[in-house]
């Protein structure tokens, strides 16, 4: 069956340490992975895409990495503040899909000072 | 330029009655897309309209439809409300082609039914 998988646990993180989310998928041809950061009562809120021929991309304090081998993202966020604190969701866009994203059901980061 | 705009904010119902939302993407998106979030699933798509078409389906029932206007402006209606359809509903819009591919949200409708 096809699924992605985020860690279900929370994660968490001493402030100014690298926080490190994982992504897997099984099943899936990706045309390209998102991330999203989403805090509570709100809506996702977007911050990186990867294409499937990219390894790695980079935003500020963000990295995410794409290995299709492996059928995995990483999401870093480097010297992690408390407001980072949220849940982080991944999507994917499949190849052949008609523009669908297929999401996570996000893992939720604690920063603690 | 404006984010997308939901509305109600909040919104009770009763268990057997229908309710719309609405959906007001961002000038000149053609995409939006519905969602259903709970705390124990996740978010789940109901569906995507683009350019007035139904472009993409959730695996939810037909209790839970959706329409889009001329002006991108969309609409989503559930009907015989039961008690599992309290949630965030959740529209997203973006340019919804090769050249445009994330999608910004909207605050979301916090629906209860009792």
């Known amino acids: 069956s096809q699924k992605i998988e985020q860690n279900s646990e929370a994660l968490n993180i001493q402030e100014g340490k690298t926080a490190t989310l994982t992504c897997n998928y099984t099943n899936y041809s990706p045309a390209y992975l998102q991330w999203y950061r989403q805090d509570p009562g709100r809506g996702p809120v977007f911050l990186l895409l990867?294409?499937?021929n990219e390894k790695e991309k980079r935003k500020e304090r963000l990295k995410v990495t794409f290995d299709t081998t492996l059928k995995q993202s990483l999401f870093h966020i480097t010297a992690s503040q408390p407001a980072d604190s949220a849940t982080y969701l991944c999507a994917l866009r499949l190849l052949d899909s008609n523009y669908q994203l297929i999401w996570g059901a996000g893992t939720k980061l604690i920063i603690k000072p | 330029k404006a984010g997308v705009t939901q509305t109600p904010r909040y919104l009770i119902k009763t268990r057997g009655q229908q309710v719309t939302l609405s959906c007001s993407p961002i000038s000149g998106h053609r995409s939006v897309s519905w969602y259903q979030q709970t705390p124990g699933q996740g978010l789940q798509f109901l569906f995507e309209y683009f350019s007035e078409t139904q472009r993409n389906k959730g695996n939810f029932p037909g209790r839970f439809s959706g329409r889009q206007f001329s002006n991108s402006r969309s609409e989503m209606n559930v009907s015989t409300l039961e008690l599992g359809d309290s949630a965030l509903y959740l529209c997203a819009s973006s340019p919804g082609t090769s050249g445009g591919v994330e999608q910004y949200f909207g605050p979301g409708t916090r629906l209860t039914v009792t």
């Open positions: 990867i294409r499937e």
